[in-house]
């Protein structure tokens, strides 16, 4: 079973930060938190992992409470072909689960 | 560079059919996953193989399913007898395992719809 709590949909207005919160009470010290997200019809797609310390690439920022608890993935300003299911994922080596993500819809 | 590449990409076949899934990993990668996507499950892991050697097939649904994978190049997801309950979308993904971390890179899938 998935180790994450996602809400199912979310809504953001184009050109706006979109902030996808990811709920992982049960994670264990040495799991990592894994985000990917699925546009339709295509396959998930890598965006940003960590373990304890904020990580920011050219595609996110994603960032990790102290106590690791629960993250924020942050898209800084969405575009209409951010519109995906985003995934949450704790996991450590080579087998991660997918839970059910949440859904972004971006607004024009 | 190409990325992960699986064949074919629509299936249909009838109940009863055996159904071969293709899969070429992106080269130089040493772990490969094969994947099942329904509305009702949402993505499941079937399989993962690393170097070649299957690691974990707790995700195999059942004996119908099978996975080989006989070099690092190429994998295969058979099933026989196919049945209709097995329409889904299959994804092949492949990762370079150095790290307790692995980014895992998706093939576009192969939707599978047995009738």
């Known amino acids: 079973d998935a180790k994450t709590t996602q809400p199912p949909s979310m809504d953001c207005a184009e050109g706006r930060a979109a902030n996808l919160p990811c709920n992982h009470s049960t994670i264990s010290g040495n799991e990592y938190v894994y985000w990917y997200r699925q546009i339709h019809s295509q396959g998930p797609q890598y965006i940003i992992h960590?373990?304890?310390n904020n990580e920011t690439n050219e595609m996110a920022s994603l960032i990790i409470t102290e106590d690791r608890k629960s993250s924020t993935l942050i898209l800084p300003h969405a575009t209409l072909r951010d519109t995906a299911v985003y995934y949450c994922i704790v996991g450590r080596d080579d087998k991660i689960i997918f839970g059910k993500g949440t859904r972004l819809h971006i607004l024009p | 560079d190409a990325g992960v590449i699986q064949s074919p990409r629509h299936e249909v076949t009838e109940m009863g059919q055996e159904v071969t899934l293709r899969c070429k990993p992106i080269s130089g990668h040493n772990s490969l996953f094969w994947y099942r996507q329904t509305m009702m499950r949402g993505l499941e892991l079937l399989i993962y193989?690393?170097?070649?050697?299957?690691?974990?097939d707790s995700g195999m649904p059942e004996d119908r399913f099978s996975a080989k994978m006989p070099n690092a190049s190429f994998s295969t997801l058979k099933i026989q007898p196919s049945e209709p309950r097995d329409s889904a979308v299959y994804f092949c993904a492949s990762s370079l395992r150095q790290t307790s971390t692995d980014t895992q890179y998706f093939g576009p899938g192969t939707r599978l719809t047995v009738l």
């Open positions: 960590g373990l304890k």
């Open positions: 193989f690393n170097n070649n050697v299957p690691i974990d």
